[in-house]
């Protein structure tokens, strides 16, 4: 089954790291670009990112630039923190950015369920 | 505030359409194809439209896309109970150099 698979929900304490996971299966992970979107609570999507497994191209957000990091191994992709803040509490999705074929149009084409971080002390 | 412009919400009753729009600018929009994403609350974001209105597998013909200048649209005909969710627009910007959001569109089935 062609899938993304998110790591569990995190409680984590202002300051504190963070680093969790997307693995992704059933296709070549190498081949596709993950990128990474934050939804607060009770809010929309933003927008953070996107990496590509292949060479570890990366591509941040303006909103977070040198807020977070992004990394990739063979069949993971990973957000990290190195100082987690309460405004960092929210739900972040990976997904996958896919081309239709024959074009430069790009979408999100596959999703992960989600990771819950709560920062709070 | 998103580069990206949606109404809060639309509603109809089943069987209605809906249309919900999504305006932009010239960086985005302007250049670049919008896709549309479904989110029901509580569950992960799904595409239901890309590129040139075109629907991925197993989303209903109910829903069709279009673009016009700096502004797109998804429509919902034959509105169903199941198609009450939060709908948001998206597309690269290329002043930016990032995908964008809109803040999405409720919609609700009376």
């Known amino acids: 089954e062609v899938q993304l698979v998110q790591s569990g929900a995190e409680v984590k304490k202002p300051g504190e790291s963070l680093k969790i996971s997307c693995k992704g299966s059933?296709?070549?992970?190498?081949?596709?670009?993950i990128g990474w979107v934050r939804q607060m609570p009770g809010k929309g999507l933003d927008w953070m990112g996107i990496i590509f497994p292949g060479d570890s191209e990366s591509r941040y957000g303006p909103s977070f630039q040198g807020q977070v990091t992004m990394s990739v191994d063979r069949s993971n992709a990973y957000l990290q923190w190195s100082s987690l803040k309460a405004s960092d509490t929210a739900t972040y999705y990976c997904?996958?950015?896919?081309?239709?074929?024959?074009?430069?149009?790009?979408?999100?084409?596959?999703w992960g369920r989600g990771t819950l971080v709560t920062v709070s002390s | 505030q998103s580069v990206l412009t949606q109404s809060p919400s639309e509603s109809g009753t089943p069987g209605q359409r809906v249309t919900i729009s999504c305006s932009g600018g010239s960086s985005n929009i302007g250049r670049n194809s919008v896709s549309w994403y479904q989110q029901v609350p509580g569950t992960a974001p799904k595409v239901v439209m890309y590129?040139?209105?075109q629907r991925p597998s197993g989303v209903p013909d109910r829903f069709s896309g279009s673009k016009s200048g700096s502004s797109a649209s998804l429509a919902i005909s034959g509105l169903q109970s199941e198609d009450e969710a939060d709908y948001y627009c998206?597309?690269?910007?290329?002043?930016?150099?990032?995908?964008?959001f809109g803040a999405g569109t409720k919609v609700t089935v009376l």
């Open positions: 997904a996958r950015r896919r081309r239709e074929t024959g074009t430069t149009n790009w979408y999100f084409d596959l």
């Open positions: 998206a597309a690269w910007d290329d002043s930016l150099k990032a995908h964008v």
């Open positions: 590129g040139k209105n």
């Open positions: 059933g296709y070549v992970f190498t081949n596709y670009w």
